[in-house]
T-cell receptor, first 112, second 114 residues
Framework: DAKTTQPTSMDCAEGRAANLPCNHS???????VYWYRQIHSQGPQYIIH???NNETNEMASLIITEDRKSSTLILPHATLRDTAVYYC?????????????FGQGTTLQVKP | NAGVTQTPKFQVLKTGQSMTLQCAQD?????MSWYRQDPGMGLRLIHY???????DQGEVPNGYNVSRSTTEDFPLRLLSAAPSQTSVYFC?????????????FGQGTRLTVV
């Protein structure tokens, strides 16, 4: 699985968009980009994933660059409850073992 | 739908004691995994299973044993607890053949070894 690089921490004002970057320059053609978050030492929670195209769901948007070497998770209107550690992970989706290799993640602090 | 259930939520052990952390899922998922998380760090994979009767080692398997006799359960055994195993343990499950699916995590077991 490809390695990812994320900033250690970020701040965001409540109500503003939070843009969390992730570099994955060694990503392979069949590897997806996944985002999880962990709030207050709870179990990690799935947010979104994508392969090539940008994706959006009720929680967030995922923007993947054309060369797929980086991506950005966007929380459009951050709230205090979005304060968490956000993990960017790349892995093969179909037929893999279900393993997730976590890095250090980005600690997002949403401030009033 | 309970999802992934871990028991106990908290546990204190003395060095050398043994115990089993329980993990059960009711989603009929083939894949199950165990992770540990030390303070200020990301999760590290201990062991994983791709189905009943099949297990394999992850990044940090030493000191832990697993077995998978049923699809639903994936217990993690500490044979002789050490202070270095003080950590928060998370179990996860995921469906196998539905393409790009997400993993579901339990709420964790907080283990202290004194």
């Amino acid at each position: 699985d490809a390695k990812t690089t994320q900033p250690t921490s970020m701040d965001c004002a409540e109500g503003r968009a939070a843009n969390l970057p992730c570099n994955h320059s060694t990503i392979s053609g069949n590897e997806y980009v996944y985002w999880y978050r962990q709030i207050h030492s709870q179990g990690p929670q799935y947010i979104i994933h994508g392969l090539k195209n940008n994706e959006t769901n009720e929680m967030a948007s995922l923007i993947i660059t054309e060369d797929r070497k980086s991506s950005t998770l966007i929380l459009p209107h951050a709230t205090l409850r979005d304060t968490a550690v956000y993990y960017c992970i790349v892995r093969v989706a179909s037929g893999n073992t279900g393993k997730l290799i976590f890095g250090q993640g980005t600690t997002l602090q949403v401030k009033p | 739908n309970a999802g992934v259930t871990q028991t106990p939520k908290f546990q204190v052990l003395k060095t050398g004691q043994s115990m089993t952390l329980q993990c059960a899922q009711d989603m009929n998922h083939e894949y199950m995994s165990w992770y540990r998380q030390d303070p200020g760090m990301g999760l590290r994979l201990i062991h994983y299973s791709v189905g009943a009767g099949i297990t394999d080692q992850g990044e940090v398997p030493n000191g832990y044993n697993v077995s998978r006799s049923t699809t639903e359960d994936f217990p993690l055994r500490l044979l002789s607890a050490a202070p270095s195993q003080t950590s928060v343990y998370f179990c996860a499950s995921r469906a196998r053949w539905t393409g790009d699916t997400e993993a579901f995590f339990g709420q964790g077991t907080r283990l202290t070894v004194v």
